[in-house]
């Protein structure tokens, strides 16, 4: 739940990324509701670990939280800033010092990216991206990269401009091809977040390229607001390949939850069902994760 700009503009009306502060405190609480609901889920994980992943700008509390309650949590924290075409750093130079404050589990960037994308602008977005890495391997904070890749035109009209074609049969390719890019520019992901893969042979292909050379890195699932038939596969075909240790989803999650607790009363009975629809929702997807 580190979404910024678009968790305001979709849930809570912000316009243009500027929120009053009244819309800040309602998105600060709703993320205190989303972590509740992540925590009343946790008697019933029998396996693995639970995670966050949330901004400090609406989810200091969480990131407390998180902290507060040790090894039981999982934390993630985003280093771009929010609403970007190429990554940015959220805080410039002082990036770092914002890392080595939290002190997370892991630091995530969000990159989109695509090997027909211009030339000049991808190897830029690569050299940033390389002195991230070095940068929290300085300090001793895994990375954790979130990667689209979104069709270009060319690449929809090659798949009859059918999404799912472009997902099934071309995006595999691109994905690897991308990772092996990175690994080229010393970008080390401990932890790469991926779209979900349609085929279990594409799963086992974007896999091969993150671990190629001998690298010891993982990979999960991330969610791209699917559907939830759509996400269970993803899950269940991520399942079967080993390099692949989980999955990290947000919006499928708890978007109902916050639209329908917006909407109500805000009472007592009202943030309990919604505290009790995320975690069901999770709890759902990690029924679809067969380890």
């Known amino acids: 739940m580190d979404h910024r700009a678009s968790f305001g503009k979709t849930l809570f009306g912000v316009k243009d990324d500027n929120p009053s502060p009244g819309q800040v405190a309602a998105m600060k609480s709703a993320k205190r509701m989303i972590f509740e609901g992540l925590r009343a889920a946790l008697p019933a994980?029998?396996?693995?670990?639970?995670?966050?992943?949330?901004?400090?700008?609406?989810?200091?509390?969480?990131?407390?939280?998180?902290?507060?309650?040790?090894?039981?949590?999982?934390?993630?924290?985003?280093?771009?800033?929010?609403?970007h075409d190429w990554f940015t750093l959220e805080w410039g130079d002082q990036w770092l010092a914002h890392v080595e404050t939290i002190k997370p589990d892991y630091a995530k960037v969000l990159v989109r990216d695509n090997p027909d994308f211009d030339a000049a602008l991808r190897e830029q977005q690569l050299d940033r991206l390389a002195q991230v890495s070095s940068g929290l391997h300085g300090i001793g904070v895994p990375l954790l990269y979130e990667l689209l890749v979104p069709a270009t035109s060319d690449q929809l009209d090659r798949a009859g401009h059918d999404p799912a074609a472009y997902d099934r049969d071309i995006r595999p390719g691109l994905v690897a091809q991308v990772i092996a890019d990175n690994q080229a520019h010393r970008v080390e992901p401990t932890l790469w977040k991926v779209e979900g893969l349609e085929t279990v042979e594409g799963a086992q292909q974007v896999a091969s390229q993150a671990r190629a050379g001998g690298r010891h890195t993982d990979l999960i699932v991330l969610g791209r607001d699917a559907p939830s038939e759509r996400l269970d596969h993803w899950l269940e075909v991520a399942s079967e390949v080993s390099a692949f240790v989980g999955f990290a989803i947000g919006r499928s999650?708890?978007?109902?939850?916050?639209?329908?607790?917006?909407?109500?009363?805000?009472?007592?009975?009202?943030?309990?069902?919604?505290?009790?629809?995320?975690?069901?929702?999770?709890?759902?997807?990690?029924?679809?994760?067969?380890?």
């Open 253 to 291: 999650i708890w978007e109902d939850a916050v639209r329908d607790f917006e909407a109500s009363d805000h009472g007592e009975a009202a943030e309990s069902a919604a505290r009790a629809q995320v975690a069901a929702r999770y709890l759902g997807f990690v029924a679809h994760w067969k380890p």
């Open 45 to 83: 994980v029998t396996y693995g670990r639970a995670g966050v992943l949330v901004d400090e700008r609406y989810g200091q509390d969480v990131i407390d939280a998180a902290r507060a309650a040790g090894q039981s949590v999982v934390l993630a924290v985003p280093v771009e800033a929010s609403g």
